[in-house]
């Protein structure tokens, strides 16, 4: 699904997604129509401008993963704001790009996006992976944390390089591992630990210190 309030921006993606193995199920030129629409068509990606004429991106964001908290959302956005970024993070947007970037670029945080990767325009990613650090130090020192579930040793370290910041292919050729096998390790650890995505495991994992290179 498509959401932009421009129609000549939003109608310019479809054009360029139609030749692509993706399939637009509906397009939305506000929030409460995404919110709408999504009930109806159950896309499984979401391409999401995050500032609309009627609610808050986040509104959007968190309106849609309470409806199936397994999809994933692409914010692409003119703004650069660094509290826009986190704020779209925190809510729960799986990456986000600037409508800034190259046709290429798009295509390839939407296939990222696709298996659930997190992808940012360069230099956002650090203020995100900069922020995790903050919010898991803070819940560090606000309370003890409970003893943790036993992982595997190999999940212990695709779990380091998920707090490293490193995307799930970078993983598979630092493990040299298929990104279905990386992909499944992390599950597994979401399961574990009774996490729900990949924002909540990073802080999880740099709580723990495993963001510190051994």
Known sequence: MVVDDHPMWRGGIVHDLAESPYEVVAEAGD???ALRLAAAARPELVVLDLHLPDLRGVEV???LIAANPDIRILILSASGE???VLDAVKAGATGYLLKSASAAEFREALDRTALGDPVFTPGLAGLVLGEYRRLATRSASAKPSPEAPELTQRETEV???VASGLSYRQIAQRLTLSHRTVQNHVQNTLNKLQLHNRVELAR???SRG???TE
Request: negative net charge; proline residues 0%.
């Open 61 to 63: 964001i968190s309106g």
């Open 82 to 84: 660094h509290q826009d």
């Open 204 to 206: 999880y994992a740099i």
């Open 31 to 33: 929030g409460a129509q």
């Open 159 to 161: 779990l380091r390089f």
């Open 210 to 212: 495993l963001d510190e």
